[in-house]
């Protein structure tokens, strides 16, 4: 992809992003451009660690860019919005990043007929491991959501759903990763106290998670069917899962994902 991308904000999700497409070749780092409120330590971290073009003239950032990745936090939207608006060109790609923001709130504050295309990446974008959903603005074609899909294609899987989904999405894959690093957090606290060196419970634990992973993957099993092989009557498993039940574990995910779910709609009505 030769196309120049600009980043509007400069925070972890943007880095995560800049730093898959960069691994996975798709761009060169002089192709990639980056700016942010005010932040110029922030700037300076990202030139000096990926090499990219950095600046507050959002003008110059804008200027030759054909796609404009959107990575601010939602309450800075609309600021940054407004800052890059006269510059935005109608065969621009425009492509946020941005939890809970609409695709027609963008569209109403740019004032103009160009594509949107709303994104849900998540942090695993840096080792090019994200899982993206993508969704149409109203003035997004068919190529629009095609070049939007092969960007994030670089990074992990992208697949297209309704706007409406968005929310859901945000809570499951947006901040999926975070409630996985908490289930390993506590497994990894469990397996020192039981005696483990620190080193190969880690090890043993990120594995274990890995390899999971692959078996939902590779076996086209479900989830349910996978657990029920390894929990034998009266053996270690069922005692851990019979825990797990007994302290409502699976209401409380469910809990989770739905809490996160409401907080991206809010995020969305506060702007």
Do not use: W
């Not at 761009?27 to 990219?52: F, M, P, W």
């Not at 469990?190 to 043993?204: C, D, M």
Request: charged share 20%; glycine share 8%; proline share 2%.
């Amino acid at each position: 992809m030769a196309d120049k991308i600009a980043f509007i904000g400069a925070g972890s999700m943007a880095e995560a992003i800049i730093s898959g497409i960069l691994e996975m070749g798709v761009c060169s780092n002089e192709q990639i451009l980056v700016t942010n409120k005010e932040n110029e330590d922030r700037l300076a971290y990202l030139k000096g660690t990926y090499h990219v073009q950095t600046g507050q003239s959002k003008d110059n950032i804008m200027q030759d860019a054909a796609i404009v990745v959107l990575a601010t936090k939602p309450y800075d939207i609309k600021q940054a919005i407004m800052g890059i608006k006269p510059f935005v060109k109608p065969n621009q790609l425009i492509i946020s990043v941005v939890a809970g923001i609409s695709t027609d709130f963008i569209s109403t504050l740019l004032d103009k007929k160009v594509a949107v295309v709303r994104a849900m990446p998540n942090t695993s974008a840096s080792i090019g491991m994200s899982a993206t959903a993508l969704a149409a603005g109203e003035f997004a074609l068919t190529a629009d959501m095609q070049r939007a899909k092969k960007l994030f294609e670089t990074i992990g899987t992208a697949e297209i759903v309704a706007e409406a989904d968005m929310h859901a999405v945000t809570a499951v894959s947006g901040s999926g990763p975070a409630y996985i690093y908490y289930l390993v957090e506590a497994m990894e606290k469990a397996a020192v106290r039981a005696g483990l060196p620190e080193k190969v419970a880690k090890q043993l634990i990120v594995q274990t998670v890995l390899g999971a992973g692959e078996m939902l993957q590779k076996t086209g099993e479900s989830a349910d069917m996978l657990r029920e092989k390894i929990t034998s009557k009266k053996g270690t498993t069922e005692a851990g899962i019979k825990t797990l039940s007994e302290n409502h574990f699976y209401e409380t995910v469910m809990a989770c994902v739905e809490n996160a779910r409401k907080r991206s709609i809010e995020l969305g009505k506060q702007n």
